[in-house]
């Protein structure tokens, strides 16, 4: 408060210039490391992909019994963020052993096997 | 005087820095445990899906007789089971448990066979032509003693179709087609009520509830009953397993789900609504409207010592799905019909009887019989079909008991509940 009672701002002393340097770098590397460290998370977290990745196979799976899995790959906007590899094989009379394997970019997020019926 | 301390720029900055720094850990934290969230529910439904996928390896196992065994699914050493298949009448009854990490999942189905409907009807070769009467209607390919079927007129109905058989026209083979023999063997130990490997006998509590559909246990609990006995107001879902040494009767307050149901003779009151399969020695007599969900089955096993013919007889608007087979091999009592299908009455799947059916109602499936037969106020008519109506199934794939089949495909048929547990250490 000033003399006459009225608000006044005073300024941030700094004691010298080398401690308003200092004090900018700290904040501006803290930002950074924020910043940088905000996206890294964002890339490396694998957590929701793999959830996704395993409702596709369920899709998969659930469209294999239908004939049309090929088409609900190439129709699903979702299949496009990964690569998919899908191999069959017979386990007994009526029952197939199927694998399904997902990437994204070189990453591998799933890899999956059951036992269903049908045929190759 | 103590001088109070000035803030500068450089505490400022350290405070921002100091917050900043822990909103980031607090992000990294909270991913972290995102990622621990999102791997245990991969856990879960991964255990989930072994469980099943055991349940199919489980069909084809050949040591399934042998009690629980620990299988390695894909040879990896990561997907391991354990499989236990029970026969459970004309099913198998198959319990795997799965895990993955510290997630654990349970199942119970039921196995069944594949059956072919190509060829509807199939009599023996010593039944006599074929007598197509009133409403009577065949779709699908038929196997009577020299490809002889005729047009009929029978209590005053003649046929009132254009073509006798919608389907081609075998002659019937010089042996009669015979029951699957693991099959064969399980009727008759079903219904001479011979005693099961793991049953241990069970008492319900006042409300007559049991729920057995995610049991995982390898053992099968039964509900014993003494003298005549009327069952009403219980709520079961099986596997389990009902048996009367005398009359036993249902009626429509009952809700029973996958059951196997024993007696001498068993009544089903009208309006039920039951999945079972029911098994007696004397006779079992389904009253009008009641329905037999998938999969179902009623079988006799006719005692050699008896006198008195056993049969089973659909009421009037019944509904089955399933198998209904009667096992008759000796010589009394064929007039007597082992089999009578009501007017109305529904049956979806597999009929068999090595004697005589009188069939008034829609038979939806494959129906292989010594001869049909028409009994009347005044007579019985062998070689006859009145108002009956054959077609083939009508339910997706022929899926059932597999009666007549030899083929080795085969599938689960029902599900029970899945059941999800944390592994203990």
């Known amino acids: ?120 | 005087m103590h001088k109070r301390l000035k803030a500068s720029a450089l505490f400022y900055a350290t405070t921002v820095s100091l917050l900043i720094g822990l909103v980031m850990g607090s992000m990294i934290l909270l991913t972290h445990f995102r990622n621990i969230r999102s791997q245990e529910w991969i856990a879960h439904e991964r255990a989930a899906s072994n469980a099943r996928s055991a349940a199919y390896f489980a069909l084809h196992n050949s040591d399934r007789e042998l009690g629980s065994i620990h299988v390695d699914l894909f040879q990896n050493g990561s997907d391991s089971a354990t499989i236990n298949v029970i026969p459970w009448g004309g099913l198998d009854l198959i319990k795997t448990r799965a895990w993955i990490a510290d997630q654990e999942a349970s199942i119970t189905a039921f196995g069944g066979f594949l059956f072919d409907d190509q060829v509807v009807l199939d009599l023996a070769r010593k039944a006599g032509p074929l007598h197509m009467c009133g409403d009577a209607r065949i779709h699908g390919d038929v196997r009577v003693p020299l490809s002889d079927v005729r047009r009929g007129y029978i209590e005053g109905k003649p046929f009132t179709g254009e073509k006798l058989v919608n389907g081609q026209l075998f002659r019937s083979e010089d042996q009669n087609r015979s029951l699957r023999k693991d099959l064969e063997s399980r009727l008759q130990q079903n219904c001479t009520r011979t005693h099961l490997e793991g049953e241990y006998p069970i008492e319900l509590p006042e409300d007559h509830r049991y729920d057995n559909l995610g049991g995982s246990s390898p053992t099968l609990p039964v509900l014993q009953f003494h003298g005549r006995t009327h069952l009403e107001g219980y709520d079961l879902k099986g596997p389990i397993l009902i048996r009367c040494d005398d009359s036993l009767s249902i009626d429509a307050t009952n809700q029973m789900e996958m059951v196997i149901i024993q007696a001498p003779f068993i009544t089903i009151d009208p309006g039920t609504r039951l999945t079972a399969q029911l098994f007696s020695t004397q006779g079992i007599h389904l009253s009008e409207d009641v329905q037999l969900l998938f999969p179902s089955m009623l079988a006799v096993w006719r005692d050699e010592h008896l006198a008195a013919p056993a049969f089973i007889r659909v009421g009037e608007n019944a509904h089955v799905q399933g198998a209904v087979i009667a096992v008759d091999r000796s010589t009394r009592g064929r007039s007597q019909g082992n089999i009578l299908i009501g007017s109305g009455a529904l049956v979806q799947g597999e009929v068999y009887t090595d004697g005589s059916i009188q069939h008034q109602g829609h038979i939806r499936g494959t129906t292989t019989a010594g001869e049909l037969i028409l009994r009347t106020s005044a007579s019985v008519y062998q070689g006859h079909l009145l108002d009956g109506t054959i077609q083939r199934y009508d339910l997706g794939s022929q899926w059932g008991f597999g009666c007549m089949t030899h083929s080795e495909e085969r599938n689960i048929l029902q599900w029970g509940r899945m059941v999800h547990a944390r592994r203990r250490s």
């Open chain 1, 1 to 120: 408060m000033g003399k006459n009672g009225s608000r006044q701002t005073k300024k941030l002393k700094a004691a010298t210039l080398l401690e308003s340097v200092i004090a900018m770098s700290m904040m501006a590397a803290a930002l950074s490391f924020a910043v940088g460290l905000h996206f890294r998370i964002l890339h490396s977290d694998q957590g929701a992909d793999k959830v996704q990745a395993w409702a596709l196979t369920e899709e998969l799976l659930a469209h294999r019994s239908t004939g049309s899995w090929v088409e609900q790959i190439e129709r699903n906007e979702d299949f496009k963020h990964f690569e998919i590899q899908i191999n069959e094989e017979v386990h007994s009379p009526g029952l197939i052993d199927i694998s399904i394997v997902i990437h994204k970019g070189k990453a591998l997020l799933l890899e999956r096997r059951c036992i269903i019926p049908g045929s190759p």
